[in-house]
C-alpha cells in the first residue's frame, strides 16, 4: 500500500520515488491538512530576504567584485599580520589592516547577509598567489572584517577553520560518516550559527556547485501550500547524536524557530536518516510518516526555489544560515588521471557572527549557539585551533556537530 512506502525509514538524500509522493501527498488520507500557520509564527514574511530563483538569477548584483587595489591591499595586510608575529588566532582588524573603503565594503556584506538578500560571493582573489597556509590566513583576515566572531565546528569545540574536501579515496567507507567530506550530492539544509562562509582553493573539474535557496521563501510557500508541515517541524524531534551515548546523549529540539518575528530552520536529515555506517539507533522513537515528509519538504521546497553559484577559485561565499538552505550538487574527477588540469574541490569553512547585527536567537537555540560561540576553556578564556594545511586522508574533526547545547 501506499502507506507502507510513506513510512519507510527515509534515505539521506531524497530518492525519485520520495518526488513522486511529494506531488501526490494532498491526495494521500493518511495526511490531513492543518489551517494556518504554529502558535507565535507569522503568517508570512515580508522581507528581502525572501526571493526566488527566478528573481535571483535575473541579477548579479550578489556578486562583489574585488579592485586591483582591493586585492594589492589585502597582500599588504598579510604581509602586515606575517611580519606582527602574531598566532592567526588573534588575528583581527587592527593587525590585518585594510583601506577605510574596502573595510565598508566588508561590513556591507554582513549587512547583506543579516537584512540584504542574505548572500553575497567576494570575487578577485587569486589563490595561486598563496601558499597552502596563508589562504587560511587571508581567508581569515578578510572574514574578521565582515563578522568578527568565528565558532566552533567540531565535537570538541576547537576548531574554527574546516576543510571541505572530499576523503573518500584515502579513507576506509567505514569512516566515512559525513556527505561533507565525499564527492557525492548534498541534500538541503542548514549548518550551524549565523553566517556560513566558504572560500573556495580550488574547484571541481565536473559539477559541485553549491545551491542555495531562501528558507524564507520555502516557510512562505510552505504556510500557503503545506501548514501541516510547518507544525511538524516546529514539533520536538529526537536527534541521535551517532556518537557515545554517555557523553553526547540523544535531545530533542524542533527544527523551526522564531524569535522577533524571524523565523529560523536548524535543520539536517542526517540525525534522523544516518549516512554510510551511520545507522539511526533503533532504540530511539522512530521518524514518523509526518515527519519523513516535512524533511522531504524541506529539500523540494528549496530545490525549486534554489539558484546554482557557479564558484570561481578564490571566491568567498557569506551566507545567512538562519534564512538560507544550501545544499550541493555531486562531482567528480576527469575520466583520464593525468589530465594535469584537473582540479580537486577544495573549501575552507567558517561559522561567523558579527555582534552589532545578530538576531534574537530562540530559546531552544540558545544554548546550542553559546557552544559554537561562547568560551572553551573552564576559566571562561576562549582558545582557537586553527588547520591550516590538512593532509589527504587526515581524520576530519569537523562533522556536522549536533550536540544538545
Known amino acids: ?28 488520507p493518511h495526511f490531513p491538512r492543518v489551517d494556518g500557520v504554529p ?52 588575528i583581527s582588524k587592527e593587525n590585518f589592516p585594510l583601506p577605510e573603503g574596502l573595510a565598508t565594503l566588508l561590513d556591507d556584506v554582513s549587512e547583506q547577509c ?7 560571493v567576494l570575487r578577485g582573489l587569486d589563490p595561486s598567489r598563496f601558499t597552502e597556509e596563508e589562504h587560511g590566513v587571508i581567508y581569515g583576515g578578510i572574514s574578521v572584517h565582515v563578522a568578527p566572531e568565528r565558532g566552533f565546528q567540531d565535537f570538541e569545540k576547537e576548531q574554527v577553520l574546516c576543510h571541505v574536501k572530499n576523503s573518500a579515496p584515502y579513507l576506509k567507507k567505514e569512516t566515512i ?53 510547518l507544525h511538524t517541524l516546529a514539533e520536538n524531534w529526537t536527534f541521535d547524536t551517532y556518537r557515545d551515548k554517555e557523553k553526547y546523549p540523544p535531545f530533542t529540539r524542533p527544527l523551526l524557530h522564531c524569535a522577533d518575528g524571524k523565523v529560523i530552520f536548524q535543520c539536517s536529515r542526517r540525525p534522523f536518516t544516518g549516512f554510510g555506517p551511520l545507522k539511526r539507533d533503533p532504540n530511539l522513537p522512530p521518524i ?17 526555489n534554489a539558484i546554482a553559484l557557479d564558484i570561481q577559485r578564490g571566491d568567498i561565499i557569506y551566507l545567512n544560515n538562519m534564512s538560507i538552505l544550501h545544499g550541493r550538487e555531486s562531482y567528480e574527477k576527469p575520466a583520464n588521471e593525468n589530465d594535469t588540469s ?14 552589532k547585527r545578530a538576531w534574537k536567537i530562540p530559546p531552544a537555540l540558545e544554548k546550542l549557539w553559546h557552544s559554537v560561540y561562547g568560551p572553551n576553556r573552564p576559566d571562561g578564556s576562549r582558545e582557537e585551533v586553527w588547520v591550516l594545511v590538512k593532509e589527504n586522508g587526515s581524520p576530519d574533526r569537523c562533522r556536522f556537530m549536533t550536540p544538545a547545547e
Open 288 to 304: 514518523t510518516g509526518r515527519q519523513i515528509d516535512a524533511l522531504d519538504s524541506i529539500h523540494y521546497y528549496a530545490a525549486r
Open 39 to 90: 502558535a507565535g509564527f507569522p503568517s508570512r514574511l515580508h522581507s528581502s530576504l525572501v526571493w526566488d530563483a527566478k528573481e535571483m538569477s535575473e541579477r548579479n548584483d550578489w556578486i562583489i567584485h574585488l579592485t586591483d587595489e582591493d586585492t594589492l591591499a589585502i597582500e599588504l595586510a598579510l604581509r602586515a599580520f606575517q611580519n606582527s608575529g602574531s598566532h592567526v588566532s588573534q
Open 114 to 120: 543579516y537584512s540584504g538578500r542574505g548572500f553575497c
Open 177 to 229: 560518516v559525513s556527505p561533507g567530506f565525499t564527492d557525492g550530492a548534498m541534500a538541503f539544509h542548514t549548518d550551524l550559527g549565523d553566517i556560513l562562509s566558504l572560500y573556495v582553493v580550488d574547484t571541481s573539474a565536473y559539477g559541485g556547485r553549491s545551491l542555495i535557496a531562501s528558507s524564507w521563501k520555502v516557510y512562505n510557500d510552505l504556510a500557503v501550500e503545506k501548514p501541516e508541515v
Open 342 to 355: 584537473a582540479h580537486d574541490r577544495h573549501l575552507l569553512k567558517f561559522f561567523l557572527r558579527d555582534p
Open 1 to 28: 500500500m501506499a502507506a507502507a512506502a510513506v513510512l519507510a525509514q527515509p534515505s539521506y538524500y531524497p530518492a525519485a520515488n520520495e518526488r513522486i509522493r511529494i506531488d501526490r501527498l494532498d491526495h494521500e
